[in-house]
């Protein structure tokens, strides 16, 4: 899958994390690992470099977290290698790699306080007394916890724990840092302003960052590349954006972010862009070309994202000639920033529509039950042949 | 204003009492007042009678010939009997060690053994816990009887030393101090693993995972994450063994020696060979006041537990 990826560029290739030159830091090499009958991870390659902060993303139970543990040495691959800085890594015990984990459940020792907790890995290395008081000071202040560094951790908040969590997986100054679900316990807010933090963390110390999560806002917000996997497989491998813009398979455009996919099929390419016959959504649909190799004939899909399709009303019909279709609306969610409608076209399909409410209030609402115009431009649709 | 607070009052008194929480309660504390504290307090009163040649064998210690308020009669003489005969300190001193000795006994083979089943596939945990348990399944009487066998002059595991050329004359291995401390390692082993395995078992797999992340090797991870956090069914386990080890008669009765002397047997002695109930209540009651300490710690440390759990 993530050849493929490869091969396949989007025409308009986003700007944002470029793959430096060099050797990869880790490199996972058609890794595969079955836990009886189940494949976990499914002959997974992948590189990740210095100083990434690469997300894993996906469902529950779709190998995210296998692949992770494989990484820190807490399982071991059934088939393929796992290379760091160049070195083989099957076989050597989680003890002896230069690679920490911030454990989903923060795993702290409750019968050590705060300090301790930080310490334990130091000590284990035979870091000298003085010099470990100085490191776990320094961590805690990172983290911001100087003043708990007494306390039990079940004195201490779910934000503090995690806080604690990562000050403790920092503390070895590893070279490559494993989080799993790193912000999944803590509530929306204290997600939010933890995401920015970590970033923050991450460029100050520089240390290459993976982190699992089934959260697609966070991967987005925190990563510097994405893959996305699905039933131990990698679906698609990329920047944030390239693979919320340009998904290339119907799990990824349906797990990152919302999208309305119509089902359709090819019935003319050309030079200026490529015609897609979608019964759903009674017309034909235009789309860039250069996205897909798609021949005429072939059956696809077009995602278009919510946010992409312009809402008219009645008598504001859009004057482009094509992409324009008529619905009805069916529900509208006003969600203060922006405001979310649910247009039902003739045949029943449900279209998802976005609008950000620039104004307080608008002149001339769109109201239930109202038929409306819906367009996009050529550049909106995204063609899919898996 | 006043009459409906104090009817409110007896509204709240009337739920408190009936509660779903008193209903619960009472059972368990009618038994514990019928069942353990009437015969304490039996117990107790006949500690600090007087002996005597009766039916029953003791006099009464409330004198209410006077009239209204009657006349105390009793004595503390049998606590302080038990002073001056060293009899009595030498044999709880003994039972204190040899239960002492037979607790870190248990621990050393328990917890390995409790481990290992906690480790152990969970198809394989509940046959090795069915193994533990199964002794149980034999009275208690005939087990220890059991070990007579084993241990006589002429008994299997001499004869077999014997076969085996290791040894060529019976090692006197009955009716000693080794022989009871054989019986009660035996006895009591299943009380030390099975509070040692309920603690292991339910250890966080992510703890040991996350110290051998932080660079612990196996054996610092045992020590430094698995030994301290199952302190709480250590100190369960050594309690369950301790407190009855030291006041166990059955086990010397059978496999002790003439000299091996032990409370439970004193005790024995006392209430059936020289009809002394007096003495023999105040035997049984210093007793139970050398094991409240003992069990003071342990609820302290269960009380701690249960805190830091929640």
Redesign the interface.
């Known amino acids: 899958m993530s050849d493929t990826a490869e091969k396949r560029p989007g025409p308009h290739k986003p700007s944002g994390w470029a793959v430096p030159g060099g050797d990869p830091y880790i490199s996972i090499q058609n890794v595969t690992k079955r836990f009886g009958e189940f494949v976990a991870v499914d002959n997974v390659s992948l590189d990740i470099y210095r100083s990434e902060l690469f997300s894993l993303l996906g469902a529950s139970g779709c190998g995210k977290t296998t692949l992770l543990r494989m990484l820190?040495?807490?399982e071991e691959p059934t088939e393929g290698r796992i290379l760091l800085d160049g070195q083989d890594m099957v076989g050597v015990?989680?003890?002896?790699r230069p690679?920490?984990?911030m454990?989903q459940?923060y795993?702290?020792?409750?019968?050590m306080t705060v300090a301790q907790n930080v310490a334990?890995?130091l000590k284990?290395?035979g870091m000298g007394k003085g010099e470990v008081e100085e490191r776990v000071e320094q961590m805690l202040g990172l983290v911001q916890l100087g003043r708990f560094a007494r306390r039990?951790p079940?004195q201490l908040s779910g934000g503090q724990r995690q806080r604690v969590a990562l000050a403790?997986a920092l503390a070895?100054r590893p070279k490559l840092l494993l989080l799993d679900e790193p912000l999944a316990a803590l509530d929306k807010k204290l997600r939010e302003s933890t995401q920015f933090e970590l970033m923050n963390i991450q460029e100050e110390l520089g240390v290459t960052f993976i982190v699992v999560t089934h959260d697609q806002e966070e991967a987005m917000t925190l990563s510097t590349r994405i893959a996305v996997m699905n039933e131990g497989v990698i679906q698609q491998l990329g920047t944030p954006s390239e693979v919320y813009e340009y998904p290339r398979t119907r799990y990824v455009a349906d797990f990152i972010g919302s999208v309305n996919l119509f089902e359709g099929t090819v019935s003319g390419t050309g030079a200026e862009g490529m015609r897609i016959t979608a019964p759903e959504a009674g017309i034909d649909i235009h789309v860039d070309a250069g996205q897909t190799d798609a021949r005429a004939g072939q059956s696809v899909a077009v995602a278009i994202r919510p946010e992409k399709i312009a809402i008219a009303k009645q008598d504001d019909k859009p004057s482009q000639g094509e992409n324009v279709i008529q619905g009805i609306v069916d529900e509208i969610a006003y969600q203060g920033s922006l405001s979310i409608y649910q247009v039902r076209l003739a045949d029943g399909k449900l279209v998802r529509v976005t609008t950000p409410n620039l104004t307080r209030t608008a002149e001339r609402p769109i109201d239930w039950e109202e038929p409306v115009w819906l367009s996009w431009g050529r550049h909106a649709g995204v063609v899919l042949t898996s | 204003m006043s009459a409906g607070g104090a009817g409110g009052l007896g509204a709240r008194l009337r739920a408190r009492l009936f509660s779903q929480r008193t209903v619960v309660l009472l059972p368990p504390y009618i038994w514990l007042l019928l069942f353990f504290l009437a015969p304490f307090v039996i117990v107790l009163k006949l500690s600090i009678s007087e002996a005597a040649i009766a039916m029953p064998p003791y006099l009464p210690i409330l004198d209410w010939a006077d009239g209204l308020i009657p006349d105390f009669t009793g004595t503390f003489y049998n606590f302080s009997f038990l002073f001056t005969d060293d009899l009595y300190v030498v044999a709880y001193l003994n039972s204190i060690k040899i239960a002492l000795v037979s607790t870190i006994a248990c621990l050393l083979i328990g917890y390995p053994m409790a481990y290992g089943i906690a480790k152990a596939p969970g198809t394989w945990r509940n046959a090795l816990l069915m193994l533990v348990i199964l002794p149980f399944w034999t009275s208690f009487l005939i087990r220890v009887y059991a070990w007579i066998g084993i241990l006589k002059n002429n008994g299997i595991l001499n004869n077999l030393l014997i076969g085996l050329g290791i040894i060529d004359q019976p090692l006197p291995m009955l009716h000693n101090d080794f022989s009871v401390y054989v019986g009660i390692v035996y006895s009591y082993l299943p009380f030390m693993i099975l509070p040692l395995y309920a603690n292991l078992a339910k250890m966080d797999e992510s703890l040991l995972e996350a110290a051998a992340d932080l660079g612990a090797k196996p054996w610092k991870t045992f020590l430094a994450v698995t030994l301290p956090l199952s302190v709480p069914g250590i100190v369960a386990g050594s309690m369950l063994v301790f407190i009855p080890a030291v006041g166990e008669f059955v086990i010397p009765e059978l496999l002790g020696g003439p000299d091996t002397l032990m409370i439970g047997r004193v005790l024995w002695n006392e209430f059936f060979h020289n009809r002394d109930w007096p003495v023999a209540s105040a035997v049984a009651i210093a007793m139970l006041l050398f094991l409240v300490v003992p069990i003071v710690i342990f609820q302290h440390y269960q009380g701690k537990t249960d805190e830091a759990a929640s």
């Open positions: 820190a040495g807490l015990p989680p003890y002896e690679v920490n984990m454990f459940s795993a702290l020792f409750p019968h334990f890995g284990q290395e039990k079940h403790r070895k």
